[in-house]
């Protein structure tokens, strides 16, 4: 499919392009393509890949015509590129759609998301929210306007620099991925040897095998209780993925890791904080009553108390 990604209000010259500017937009294509055809693949942008897809997300330069800067791009559909690459792992809704789309329609998908749905989307998680942030650096001057369409797939999207201050704040409401235990009984999923389920004392969490786990290892799992460790990948709208790395045989004092882990948002923290009966900010505390006779010892446990 054929797609033109205009530049407005550029320096460059009409029907031309910084070479350094070229290899970061090119750069950004390929990374956020690839990143949101991973997480509609596997649940994770940054999934470790088990087959090549630089075909897949192959996108051409094809060539660069005035009126602006407006550079001509191709790309071909998965249903070309993917074919018999199993595709039922995670997000089964979305996989449906996914072969009559291209790499481009992922990027412009992906920035779309993070604009108009940034906490609750299925289709954003942090890595990919930073790659989108990193786009930002193709825009070498305040007032330049990118914008991509094509013939008809998709409206066409329009992005300044204003618009990454709304990503940045999305990304850094979700926590960094991190190794977690979590002690419960797994359930099989019929449709899938890779995706399983794993009921705590606190609900369902959803899991995949590592790809360092035999599926094989698993089977004789299911329905019983086991503790197991891996890493917790969370996604918007306090949602959750556990990567599964090792799993035991569960232990007296195992169902501490039943419990679910949380996370509160920067909003969160300031009103449990004032229903503690905590001040809004802390330093009103102190700002007006300080230098005063307190010893170097007692204000540092002033400060301590504070925090």
Avoid at 23 to 50: F, H, N, P, V, Y
Wanted: aromatic share 8%; charged share 30%; hydrophobic share 35%.
């Amino acid at each position: 499919m054929k797609y033109e990604l205009k530049i407005e209000h550029a320096d460059d010259q009409n029907g031309s392009i910084d070479l350094q500017r070229l290899t970061s937009i090119a750069d950004s294509l390929r990374k956020i393509s690839e990143g949101a055809l991973q997480l509609r693949l596997k649940g994770l942008s940054k999934a470790k890949k088990t087959i090549k897809l630089n075909d897949a997300l192959k996108i051409s330069l094809t060539g660069i015509q005035k009126g602006s800067t407006i550079l001509c791009l191709e790309s071909e559909k998965f249903e070309k590129t993917l074919s018999g690459y199993q595709t039922d792992i995670f997000m089964l809704g979305h996989q449906q759609e996914l072969l009559e789309k291209t790499p481009i329609a992922l990027f412009v998908e992906s920035f779309e998301e993070a604009l108009n749905n940034p906490n609750d989307s299925e289709l954003l998680d942090k890595p990919l929210l930073k790659e989108l942030l990193k786009f930002k650096k193709s825009f070498l001057k305040e007032g330049e306007v990118f914008s991509i369409q094509n013939e008809g797939s998709f409206q066409k999207l329009t992005l300044t620099k204003s618009h990454f201050s709304k990503i940045q704040i999305a990304e850094e409401e979700i926590p960094q991925p991190e190794s977690a235990i979590v002690n419960g009984t797994i359930e099989e999923l019929t449709y899938s040897k890779l995706k399983v389920k794993i009921q705590t004392n606190e609900g369902i969490v959803d899991g995949f095998l590592s790809e360092s786990m035999n599926p094989d290892e698993i089977k004789g799992w299911w329905g019983r209780g086991a503790t197991i460790a891996g890493t917790m990948h969370y996604k918007p709208g306090r949602k959750s993925i556990f990567e599964i790395d090792r799993i035991f045989k569960s232990e007296p004092g195992d169902e501490f890791f039943s419990k679910k882990q949380k996370h509160e948002s920067l909003e969160e923290q300031i009103e449990r904080q004032l229903q503690e009966g905590k001040e809004n900010n802390p330093l009103n505390m102190i700002v007006g009553t300080w230098p005063g006779e307190e010893t170097d010892e007692e204000f540092e446990a002033l400060l301590n108390d504070l925090g």
